[in-house]
């Protein structure tokens, strides 16, 4: 399988909130004839709660050839220190092409800044 992708960001610090927006093309090849493309768009919100807090806000959607999800998250993120974060959100399907929701959670090490 080959995988070509075209990102193209936006990203504009308002000092708190902070703002995202997204478009991914994916072209995928599996095998000698078969293509399939996947167009992602995504716009998101981030800002400080109360110390190592933070709230995130994401409206995001994928198109591919035969499905069209659509979805809104909602996230809070604890930072206790500069090297660690934990993630915790929820996110819900607007259309019958996704999932009614998911929870997620997760934890990110950062090892370089």
Same mark, same amino acid.
């Given at each position: 399988m080959y995988m070509f992708s075209l990102p193209g960001f936006f990203s504009? =610090? @308002? $000092? =708190?909130p902070h703002l995202d927006?997204? @478009?991914?093309?994916?072209? @995928? %090849?599996y095998g000698k004839e078969l293509w399939q493309s996947q167009e992602h768009v995504a716009a998101s919100v981030d800002a400080a709660l109360r110390g190592p807090w933070r709230w995130a806000a994401e409206l %995001? $959607?994928?198109h591919t050839s035969d499905l069209n999800p659509l979805?809104? @998250?909602g996230a809070v993120t604890y930072q206790p220190h500069r090297?660690?974060?934990?993630d915790? $959100?929820?996110?819900?399907g607007l259309n019958n092409d996704s999932p009614r929701y998911t929870l997620s959670a997760g934890v990110v090490f950062i090892l370089l800044k």
């Open positions: 504009a =610090d @308002l $000092g =708190d927006m997204n @478009l991914v093309c994916n072209c @995928l %090849r %995001r $959607g994928v979805y809104c @998250l090297a660690i974060s934990w915790f $959100g929820v996110e819900f």
